[in-house]
């Protein structure tokens, strides 16, 4: 038998280097062997851990045990071990014959490898002595070569310089030769060009060129602009331009002489050959600019000959609106905003048949009303510090200038991409300062209209399909007010702007609400009275019309606007911006809020007071004798309760006064309202509280049905569906006795289950639970004598 240790290597994988077909036998057999010799994991342990003596017992007890006739493997299994035991001591002298070679031959490589690098360094050495002696041989030559080089590129710059100074005067020269022989097209076109080199030289360094440049432009522009200028102004006078009077009253311009078509030929040649300098202009000539804290849109200027035709009506313009002139009252800003807009007007006609279609061609906009609009910015600018603590100057001016922006932009299609007024009216101090007087101004509008007589008298009450929401005048003027302040900062430039007006509006409606609830409470104790109607169809009004507003596409645009606001100051929490963003709020919820729970609060204290007199009207009809009542075959015609008399007319009295004083939808609510508490009140306190014979049972039915259900038939078609407590009390009370024991019979065997339930709807008993069908059942007295 091999040696234990021996045995327990035999598994481990042979670590020298055979062929394939060897290490694939020996691998078989080995496994092979385990196979036979390692049966359990306790054999295994005993040979790892040297238990020699253990590990052998365990062998022969696996493969002999007690079975003496197995011993006959024993012949087998001595095979097998020494077959295995020749196989290791194959490998173990194959591997110590091998690994002397597998050294030997990888010391020769790291000797040949050493060999090699030692003559790669003796090489570099020699080679690094090379170039730096041939660098040294070279550098004279390197020196004498870099320095022709810069004289070469010297010369080049110098050549290109005197290419484009060569350049220029060429150009300089055609222009002058152009002019000479009155070819101002070709002129114009050769200024063109070198106003586009003179922009291209911008990013060059040799000042003295850009210099020599711009003063050539500057040169040639101001003799070609002058003449053609002075060209141009003589056809506009021909046309007896600018256009003072209406296109009405105007005899020339539009009318057409016998030379009006080589009129309008020469003024369209010299259009666009005034269009042509505009380059050169716009490089040569500076914009006014109002200063930057009016925000004013980035634009480019006025085109060169649109200029020259403005020119005229911005010397009228100065003339009359500036300095000590009559004209110039700082307290008529309409005269200078109605000259422009009827300059404007005098102009449209002429500019949109004869100058629109030259612009056409070269596709460029028409601005001549944004050159008058800067004369009219510049005004305000000058103006607003003059005025901005008049307050009544001050909202005057804000009045008209709205006005004249309105007509700008809806009568002359003004772009609203244009600087306008609304940029002078944003500046910080001004726009403060409007809003101000805004509030100001609100404030003393609501105080006149709470003050007015007719505050609370709706305008409409003689016609009765406009008076539908049977509005007060002062709410209805409160939300004109609030309108015509949306339609005041609607066209602000910015929404930011816009946004605090809105807080000032929702600031406003918050006043109101409170003074409308200071209101209330002095008409606290007439509920029921027309003021303290009146305001609550103000609070329904009002909490209306905002609902309406809030799905406008204007305040929706807004609330996209605040989100943003709120989103990037983290004012808000996550539901709220998620609420926001979706839709499911609006800006106004706040104050819709507020004005429903007013609105609930009033309601419930009218329902509170006409509550009390009816359960005060209904005292003789709860004391009414139900036990001891007549029943409907003993009597010739059922007839009302006397006793109920006084509850029916509080309810028809009330319920008319109020159907008159309150809006529809607001007497809706306090009807269902009242009706519920009525019913309530009168199953609990009138029925639960008595015991009905079968003539009281009927006395209560027909009061109930023909009586009181039908006092709120004009307000829905089926008012018992209001009283069902009444309805299906009545209902069991008046089951007839052979139905009443058999449901009576049926509620106590099937207490909770389906068919209790079942039963309770075949006799249309839908809202009362089992336990109060069987207490109604008990309030009975006409049950047949059973013996019990």
């Not at 080995?30 to 390692?38: E, G, H, R």
């Not at 569906?721 to 065997?749: M, P, R, T």
Request: with cysteine.
């Amino acid at each position: 038998m091999p040696p234990a240790g021996e045995i327990g290597e035999a598994p481990a994988a042979p670590c020298c280097s055979e062929s394939a077909d060897e290490r694939k036998d020996v691998e078989e057999k080995s496994d092979i062997n385990i196979t036979a010799l390692v049966g359990n994991e306790q054999v295994n342990e005993d040979a790892d851990n040297g238990d020699l003596p253990s590990y052998v017992s365990a062998l022969i007890e696996k493969e002999v045990g007690n079975d003496l006739k197995s011993l006959k493997k024993l012949d087998k299994l001595i095979e097998q071990m020494t077959e295995n035991k020749m196989q290791l001591e194959e490998q173990v002298l194959t591997i110590s014959s091998e690994i002397p070679k597998r050294i030997q031959s990888a010391l020769k490589n790291a000797e040949e490898s050493k060999q090699f690098l030692n003559q790669f360094l003796e090489q570099e050495t020699h080679l690094f002595s090379s170039i730096n002696s041939h660098l040294l041989t070279a550098q004279p030559w390197m020196e004498d070569l870099g320095a022709m080089i810069n004289q070469i590129e010297e010369i080049e710059r110098h050549l290109a310089y005197l290419k484009w100074i060569s350049q220029i005067e060429e150009l300089s020269d055609n222009i002058q030769q152009y002019l000479m022989t009155n070819n101002v097209p070709e002129a114009a076109s050769t200024l063109v060009y070198m106003a586009e080199l003179d922009i291209k030289l911008q990013e060059s360094s040799c000042t003295h060129l850009l210099a020599f440049m711009r003063a050539t432009v500057k040169f040639w522009h101001k003799i070609l602009k002058d003449k053609l200028t002075s060209d141009f102004e003589e056809i506009l006078a021909q046309l007896h331009w600018p256009f003072i009077t209406p296109p009405q009253s105007q005899t020339v311009g539009l009318s057409r002489p016998a030379s009006a078509p080589e009129i309008y030929t020469n003024l369209e040649t010299l259009f666009c050959q005034l269009l042509k300098l505009q380059t050169s202009d716009e490089l040569l000539t500076e914009p006014k600019q109002l200063p930057e804290k009016y925000c004013l849109p980035a634009s480019p200027s006025v085109i060169l000959p649109l200029q020259i035709m403005l020119t005229p009506l911005q010397k009228r313009f100065r003339y009359h609106f500036r300095g000590n002139r009559q004209t110039n009252v700082i307290s008529k800003p309409e005269w200078y905003l109605a000259q422009v807009l009827m300059w404007i007007g005098n102009h449209t006609q002429f500019l949109d048949e004869k100058i629109q279609p030259i612009l056409d061609k070269v596709g460029t906009s028409l601005e001549f009303s944004r050159g008058l609009m800067m004369l009219v910015l510049e005004k305000l600018a000058a103006d607003i510090p003059c005025l901005l603590y008049d307050d009544n100057l001050f909202c005057h001016l804000v009045d008209e200038v709205l006005l004249f922006e309105r007509e700008l932009h809806s009568v002359y299609g003004y772009p609203g991409t244009f600087a306008n007024c609304m940029h002078i009216l944003s500046e910080e101090t001004c726009f403060q300062r409007w809003l101000t007087v805004e509030r100001k101004f609100a404030l003393q509008k609501m105080d006149s209209m709470l003050s007015s007589e007719a505050a609370w008298i709706s305008q409409y009450k003689d016609i009765t399909d406009v008076d539908e929401m049977k509005v007060p005048d002062c709410a209805e003027t409160f939300m004109t007010l609030l309108l015509v302040i949306t339609d005041r900062y609607k066209n602000l430039p910015t929404a930011s702007r816009k946004l605090q007006f809105l807080e000032l509006q929702k600031d406003l409606v918050d006043d109101f609400r409170i003074r409308l609830t200071q209101v209330m409470k002095e008409e606290t104790r007439a509920s029921l009275g027309f003021r303290y109607c009146a305001i609550l169809n103000a609070v329904n009004y009002i909490s209306t019309v905002l609902a309406d507003w809030a799905d406008n596409v204007f305040f929706l645009q807004l609330q996209q606007a605040a989100l943003e606001v709120f989103a990037e100051n983290n004012t808000l929490s996550k539901l709220q911006l998620g609420q926001l963003a979706s839709m499911e709020s609006s800006v106004f919820d706040d104050m819709i809020n507020l004005l429903e729970r007013l609105k609930h609060d009033m309601l419930t204290r009218q329902v509170d007071h006409v509550f009390r007199e009816v359960k005060e009207a209904a005292k003789l009809y709860k004391k009414e004798r139900w036990l001891s009542l007549p029943s409907q075959a003993e009597q010739a015609v059922m007839s009302l309760s006397s006793s109920a008399c006084p509850l029916l007319l509080t309810l028809r009295d009330r319920s008319l006064q109020l159907e008159q004083q309150l809006c529809f939808s607001l007497f809706k609510i306090f009807w269902q309202m009242l009706v519920e508490k009525l019913d309530v009140y009168i199953y609990q306190e009138i029925i639960l509280a008595n015991h009905f014979n079968e003539g009281g049972a009927a006395q209560l039915q027909f009061d109930m049905t023909r009586n009181l259900f039908p006092l709120f038939s004009h307000y829905c078609k089926r008012p018992e569906n209001y009283f069902k407590h009444v309805k299906e009390a009545c209902i069991v009370l008046n089951l007839n006795v052979g139905s009443a024991l058999l449901l009576k019979d049926v509620l106590q065997s099937a207490s909770g289950q389906p068919p209790a339930t079942e039963a309770l709807n075949e006799v249309g008993i839908y809202k009362l639970a089992q336990q109060d069908v069987e207490i109604l059942l008990n309030l009975r007295t006409n049950w047949p004598n059973t013996g019990k």
